[in-house]
């Protein structure tokens, strides 16, 4: 099992940034990561990901040129930027990571997942 742990999480007005982090307890640097986040009364949503190379970054629409995934394979840990934030970013933001290498936008395609953490944007 690969326990993940993610922080950074909290209240920011709308505008303003937070930086998620996500470290794992075990190597990861043959593994794709990501976020996915839910809102209240809302399904599950793929946000971003980067593949174990970290040459393949997808995003989703709405955080496109806002958001920016990054890792550090030296730390086991991965990273989202958030900038510009909007009222409907708020939510509950999870890491996770694939048993393979190719990043996908697929919720099922992920193995692990952290516990979550709160991101709420006030306007």
């Known amino acids: 099992q690969v326990p993940l742990v993610e922080s950074g999480g909290g209240l920011v007005q709308a505008g303003g940034s937070l930086r998620l982090s996500c470290a794992a307890s075990?190597?990861?640097?043959?593994?794709?990561m990501g976020w996915f986040r839910q809102a209240p009364g809302k399904e599950r949503e793929f946000v971003a990901a980067?593949?174990?190379?970290?040459?393949?970054?997808p995003y989703t629409d709405s955080v496109r040129g806002r958001f920016t995934i990054s890792r550090d394979n030296a730390k086991n840990t991965v990273y989202l930027q958030m900038n510009s934030l909007k009222p409907e970013d708020t939510a509950v933001y999870y890491c996770?990571?694939?048993?393979?290498?190719?990043?996908?936008?697929?919720?099922?395609?992920?193995?692990?997942w952290g516990q979550g953490t709160q991101v709420t944007v006030s306007s």
């Open positions: 996770v990571l694939k048993q393979g290498r190719l990043a996908t936008r697929v919720v099922t395609g992920y193995n692990y």
């Open positions: 980067i593949s174990a190379s970290g040459d393949s970054t």
């Open positions: 075990g190597r990861t640097f043959n593994n794709a």
